[in-house]
């Protein structure tokens, strides 16, 4: 009796400690690039602040696939890794010496709109939240073209459960711990309206854990630190085939309008003032990339290649962010996310996004022949 005891909790032991050792090579860097020295400035080259991530992809594929040299502009798409502070330009991952690593291009939308008001960077990719939010700041911005957004009927992201969790009704929820990564605040506001919609109070019912580290997401599933949260596709998937997490996924984003998940390019007002110019030719390479996506046989699409480079997928009915082929921002879309964030305490007040938007220069290029 004794010994089936002994191996019981040495079992156990042995499953913890494989989770955090997943956790950590989870949170692993095989190789890191090395910094720029210093950021360039010069009459053909742009700095943008980037996240590599499904909404703002599609400017890493313009630059690997060379569209903006088309253009004679440089492009550096700035980034940093995970947990660091060093900022660099996202190499081409397709390159060889390059490892691929999960860990690249993590930035929050925050951090961004802070390099473009500093002057660090001439522009950057931002999500709604943050974009709205440096409006509301009043920051000398201007976005001028909608860059990526979630899908109607294969949204990019879903509600997951661990495997054990069963929910029938509203008291089914009671004491439930809910995560949503570090962001702006987006996904934590999309998340709590899906609890409101179930008769749920996120403050009282449920435990709440925000600015969950990408790199510990799955495994607090795994260590029943998380019972639910709100997930991006590509992290899900990874969770279920690769870590083999306790994870399920419970609905896919239907409960707000999906489209609502949507990513901005933004400049700062005085670069588009005194290099519309740039503007242009950056918006010019990304409309043709756009393009060529669009008229892709849906073949190429679905190819699981280097990340970045898969356009479309379906994985349990959840798909990648899509763009649309002339890519004006929406401002309609934009103002009803605005009533979300207010709803959920985090705007103070509706803003007018009007003075921040120029959608002249993606209206100038459709005009032009590719």
Request: cysteine-free; proline content about 4%; aromatic content about 8%.
């Amino acid at each position: 009796m004794k010994k089936n005891v002994l191996m019981v909790l040495a079992v156990a032991a042995f499953g913890v400690a494989a989770i955090y050792g997943l956790r950590a090579l989870d949170r692993s860097v095989v190789t890191k690039t090395e910094p720029a020295p210093a950021l360039i400035h010069d009459p053909n080259t742009i700095n943008i602040g980037y996240f590599h991530g499904g909404r703002t992809i599609i400017l890493y594929r313009t630059m690997v696939y060379r569209e903006f040299e088309k253009e004679g502009l440089h492009v550096n798409l700035m980034t940093k890794y995970l947990n660091e502070d060093t900022w660099f330009p996202m190499p081409d991952l397709t390159a060889s010496g390059h490892h691929r690593t999960k860990s690249i291009g993590k930035a929050t939308g925050d951090e961004l709109v802070a390099k473009v008001v500093d002057g660090t960077f001439d522009g950057a990719t931002i999500g709604e939240t943050a974009f709205i939010k440096a409006v509301r700041n009043k920051s000398p911005i201007v976005a001028v073209a909608e860059l990526g957004h979630d899908v109607r009927g294969g949204a990019g992201h879903a509600l997951v459960l661990h495997k054990d969790v069963k929910l029938s009704g509203p008291k089914s929820y009671h004491g439930l711990k809910f995560g949503a990564r570090r962001s702006s605040g987006g996904d934590e506001v999309v998340l709590r309206e899906f609890l409101v919609q179930q008769g749920v109070d996120p403050d009282k019912d449920v435990k709440l854990i925000t600015n969950v580290s990408d790199d510990v997401f799955g495994s607090m599933f795994a260590t029943r630190e998380l019972d639910g949260g709100y997930g991006h596709v590509m992290s899900v998937k990874k969770w279920i085939e690769k870590y083999r997490y306790p994870v399920k996924i419970h609905r896919a984003l239907n409960w707000i309008d999906p489209e609502l998940s949507q990513s901005v390019l933004i400049f700062s007002r005085t670069f588009v003032e005194e290099h519309p110019d740039k503007v242009l030719k950056a918006l010019r390479a990304y409309r043709r990339r756009v393009h060529h996506e669009f008229h892709m046989p849906e073949s190429e699409k679905v190819t699981d290649n280097v990340k970045g480079l898969q356009i479309s997928m379906d994985f349990a009915g959840l798909n990648l962010p899509e763009h649309r082929e002339i890519p004006t921002i929406r401002i309609d879309m934009l103002n009803t996310w605005q009533k979300l964030l207010v709803k959920h305490k985090a705007l103070d007040q509706i803003v007018d996004l009007r003075p921040y938007v120029d959608n002249t220069y993606v209206e100038q290029v459709s005009k032009e022949k590719l």
